[in-house]
């Protein structure tokens, strides 16, 4: 089992940065794919990028490729979430989470999940 428990969120302007850490207990950490999700208020959680554990290959939504970048340190197990050029509507919940799949794109391929970190873009 993993257990996992974000940081790093708080209160931004538009424009500015952030970097979430995720912090994983469990010594397989490097054998699995970690994820991070995000809520908004009355909106499903949807994927925002992925890190996986084979080959460190990752994914990012749309709206995050070119501005957020995942990043891993199995060593620390621990996954990053750098954020840049920050948007109010990236205003939500992040929520890291551990797969077991390869392909985790998915919010159901995810079995672990951390309680979430709230961020808050102003504008």
């Known amino acids: 089992q993993v257990q996992v428990v974000e940081s790093g969120g708080g209160l931004v302007q538009t424009g500015g940065s952030l970097r979430l850490s995720c912090a994983a207990s469990?010594?397989?950490?490097?054998?699995?794919?970690m994820g991070w999700f995000r809520q908004a208020p009355g909106k499903e959680r949807e994927f925002v990028a992925s890190?996986?554990?084979?080959?460190?290959?990752?994914n990012y939504a749309d709206f995050a490729t070119g501005r957020f970048t995942i990043s891993r340190d199995n060593a620390k197990n621990t996954v990053y979430l750098q954020m840049n050029s920050l948007k109010p509507e990236d205003t939500a919940v992040y929520y890291c989470?551990?797969?077991?799949?390869?392909?985790?794109?998915?919010?159901?391929?995810?079995?672990?999940w951390g309680q979430g970190t709230q961020v808050t873009v102003s504008s």
């Open positions: 469990g010594r397989t950490f490097s054998r699995y794919t």
């Open positions: 890190n996986r554990w084979s080959d460190g290959i990752t």
């Open positions: 989470a551990a797969s077991e799949l390869l392909i985790a794109t998915l919010k159901e391929a995810y079995d672990y």
